[in-house]
């Protein structure tokens, strides 16, 4: 059965009530929460995927130049990401993990603001990766972001491995690039052994994290999604919000 969407007073009173009943919750987090920080929308015109051409999985890893134009974009997304902080909604989903009601936090951002808000990295899955950070594509060992952008503007050149030589590139998933496979079981193992399943700022409409409330509702949880627009995993929410995200978690603390 379809229920309406509440405003975020009556919608996070609702959801005090579900939390203080819950066992074990799992959130899912996506864009909207971060967007709630200044997080600019990359995709909009002006953005940066309108600045830049998409470079796929197998071109990365098979030309240089590809590499080279990827590290531009790269760059230009951690200038921006360097400049936000996190918001009420990490603040107040980070002292849920804290506080033990919360267990995991399964996210589709790559910004690192929940660990940056004070969750847990052990709390964390991130199913999409996080462009913080960097590996060596060859034996995994991690390089910073700063590094890499040293390595360039001293060779001319994508960053390789200090440690193999290996092609390093920002721990990511791109397009074309096969998901996270511990990461995306470590998701559904989540949803499926949670009793209160909760939804933020997400479209649902990209997999496999679309999939994961639906995973969460069959194995009995409780489901709650908080997003500004309609998605279509609405029809099978125990409490839909159709409120900005700042507001429902300002109305939470109140």
């Given amino acids: 059965m379809t229920i309406a969407g509440k405003p975020a007073a009556a919608g996070a009173s609702q959801l005090a009530h579900m939390l203080d009943d819950a066992y074990t919750v799992t959130v899912l987090t996506g864009a909207g929460i971060s967007t709630e920080s200044g997080i600019p929308d990359f995709r909009s015109p002006g953005g940066i995927?309108?600045?830049f051409r998409i470079?796929?999985?197998s071109e990365f890893m098979a030309d240089e130049a590809a590499r080279l134009e990827d590290w531009k974009r790269r760059f230009c997304m951690?200038?921006?990401l360097g400049v936000v902080k996190p918001n009420i909604?990490?603040?107040i989903i980070a002292r849920w993990v804290r506080s033990g009601h919360c267990q995991t936090v399964i996210t589709q951002n790559i910004d690192g603001l929940h660990q940056l808000a004070g969750t847990p990295e052990k709390a964390i899955i991130e199913i999409h990766g996080n462009a913080r950070h960097a590996s060596?594509?060859?034996c995994g060992l991690g390089h910073t972001i700063a590094e890499c952008r040293k390595s360039i503007s001293k060779t001319g050149r994508a960053p390789v491995c200090r440690k193999c030589g290996g092609i390093v590139?920002?721990?990511v998933v791109m397009f074309g690039q096969k998901m996270p496979e511990e990461e995306t079981a470590n998701a559904f193992r989540a949803a499926e052994s949670c009793d209160l399943f909760i939804a933020i700022g997400t479209s649902l409409v990209v997999h496999p994290a679309a999939s994961l409330p639906i995973a969460a509702r069959r194995?009995?949880?409780?489901?709650v999604i908080i997003n500004r627009e309609p998605t279509d995993m609405d029809p099978f929410a125990d409490l839909l919000i159709h409120d900005g995200i700042g507001e429902t978690f300002r109305c939470l603390a109140a």
């Fill in 55 to 57: 470079i796929d999985y």
């Fill in 89 to 91: 909604g990490h603040e």
């Fill in 169 to 171: 590139k920002s721990d």
């Fill in 78 to 80: 951690e200038d921006q």
């Fill in 136 to 138: 060596c594509t060859k």
């Fill in 219 to 223: 194995a009995g949880a409780r489901l």
């Fill in 49 to 51: 995927w309108s600045k």
